[in-house]
């Protein structure tokens, strides 16, 4: 079946970076668009950054020129680099396809302290 497995968060102070790996499985990759989404406590889960099955890449206001969303099609794998973290960008975060309502993984956890 249809799987995103999310890894590489972790707590870091705000200036620091982390790259966060999304490794997908049970769908033909390089022709899926793919996202980041963050849900933050008590916040609506949103999107983050999406790369389009061509490598057209879009971005939140909020992140960018922070973060940069890129692929491997050779390992069915997303990620997302994120430098110059802000505790605002503190939240669990998820890949999946842009727009799917089903398949979410558990995300990994992204704490940025202050």
């Known amino acids: 079946q249809v799987q995103f497995v999310e890894s590489g968060g972790g707590l870091v102070q705000a200036g620091g970076s982390l790259r966060l790996t999304c490794a997908a499985s049970g769908i033909t990759f390089s022709i899926n668009d793919m996202a980041w989404y963050r849900q933050a406590p008590r916040k609506q889960r949103e999107l983050v950054a999406s790369i389009s099955r061509g490598g057209t890449t879009n971005y939140a206001d909020s992140v960018k020129g922070r973060f940069t969303i890129s692929r491997d099609n050779a390992k069915n794998t997303a990620y997302l680099q994120m430098n110059s973290l802000k505790p605002e960008d503190t939240a669990v975060y998820y890949c999946?396809?842009?727009?799917?309502?089903?398949?979410w993984g558990q995300g990994t956890q992204v704490t940025v302290s202050s």
């Open positions: 999946n396809r842009p727009g799917s309502i089903w398949f």
